[in-house]
C-alpha cells in the first residue's frame, strides 16, 4: 500500500511569490495534518483535517496561508506571498482517527530567497 | 495546554540499552503519549503508544507510571541505524479540538 505522497520535494521561489503544496493521504484515513518544521525543531500544526473539515487551524497564519481538502481526500496548502521565514520543510500526515498513529510523507523543502 | 520536555540529547554506544524519557506534568485524562522517531529529511515515524503501565513492540518499550506525569521510551540493543531524532508527543483521542505539540526531541547519537 502507498504511503502519504507529497509533492513537490523541494521548490525555490523568490520571496512574494505564491506557492502550492500537494499531499495524498493513505486511502481511508480521515484525519490529514499538515506541519511546518524548521531547521532543528520539531513539526509544528498548522492545520488538521477531520474528513473536508478543517479543525485545528489556529497556528495556520491565515492572512498568507490557506488549505483545503476537497472531497475528504487530497489536500493543497498554499502560501501567497511567500516570505523569507515561510523557508522550512512543510510535511503532511494522515491517520485513520483523531489520536490514532500519524503516517507522515516526505515532506517538501521550500526555500524562499 | 500539555506540553513534553525531553532531554535535548543523549549518546550511546552500539549494544546498550537506551531510556528516553519525557515529563508531562500537565497529562489529561483523555492523553495518550506518543513517540515517534525521525531521520534526516525524511518525516517522523511512529514507535509506539500507550496510555498506562508498559507497552511493548517490536522495537520499543513504553513505561508508563501510575501518575502518568512522565513516560520512558526504551530502545533495546541499540545499533547505528537507530542514531535519529525521537520526540514524545501527547494525543488526544476524546472530543473537542486539540493541539499537536511535537517539542525538540531528543537526539540520539549511537557510538560504534
Known amino acids: 500500500e502507498a504511503g502519504v505522497v507529497q509533492s513537490p520535494r523541494y521548490k525555490i521561489i523568490e520571496k512574494k511569490q505564491p506557492v502550492a503544496f500537494w499531499c495524498n493521504p493513505i486511502?481511508?484515513?480521515?484525519?490529514l495534518y499538515w506541519y511546518r518544521q524548521n531547521l532543528g525543531q520539531g513539526p509544528e500544526l498548522l492545520i488538521r483535517?477531520?474528513?473536508?473539515?478543517?479543525?485545528?487551524d489556529s497556528q495556520l497564519p491565515k492572512d498568507r496561508f490557506s488549505a483545503e481538502r476537497l472531497k475528504g481526500v487530497d489536500s493543497t496548502l498554499k502560501i501567497q506571498p511567500a516570505e523569507l521565514g515561510d523557508s522550512a520543510v512543510y510535511l503532511c500526515?494522515?491517520?485513520?482517527?483523531?489520536?490514532?498513529?500519524?503516517?507522515f510523507g516526505p515532506g517538501t523543502r521550500l526555500t524562499v530567497t | 495546554l500539555a506540553k513534553t520536555t525531553q532531554p535535548i540529547s543523549m549518546d550511546s554506544y552500539e549494544g546498550q540499552e537506551v531510556n528516553i524519557t519525557c515529563s508531562h506534568n500537565?497529562?489529561?485524562?483523555?492523553?495518550?503519549i506518543t513517540w515517534y522517531q525521525q531521520f534526516p529529511s525524511q518525516g517522523p515515524r511512529f514507535i509506539i503508544q500507550?496510555?498506562?503501565t508498559k507497552v511493548t513492540n517490536e522495537v520499543a518499550s513504553l513505561f508508563i507510571p501510575a501518575d502518568r506525569k512522565s513516560s520512558t521510551l526504551s530502545l533495546p540493543r541499540v545499533s547505528l541505524s537507530d542514531t535519529a531524532v525521537y520526540y514524545c508527543?501527547?494525543?488526544?483521542?476524546?472530543?473537542?479540538?486539540?493541539?499537536?505539540?511535537f517539542g525538540k526531541g531528543t537526539k540520539l547519537s549511537v557510538i560504534p
Open positions: 500526515a494522515s491517520s485513520y482517527t483523531r489520536g490514532a498513529e500519524q503516517y
Open positions: 486511502s481511508g484515513h480521515n484525519t
Open positions: 483535517y477531520e474528513n473536508e473539515e478543517a479543525v485545528d
Open positions: 500537565n497529562i489529561a485524562t483523555n492523553d495518550y
Open positions: 500507550g496510555y498506562k
Open positions: 508527543l501527547l494525543t488526544d483521542s476524546g472530543a473537542g479540538s486539540y493541539q499537536l505539540t
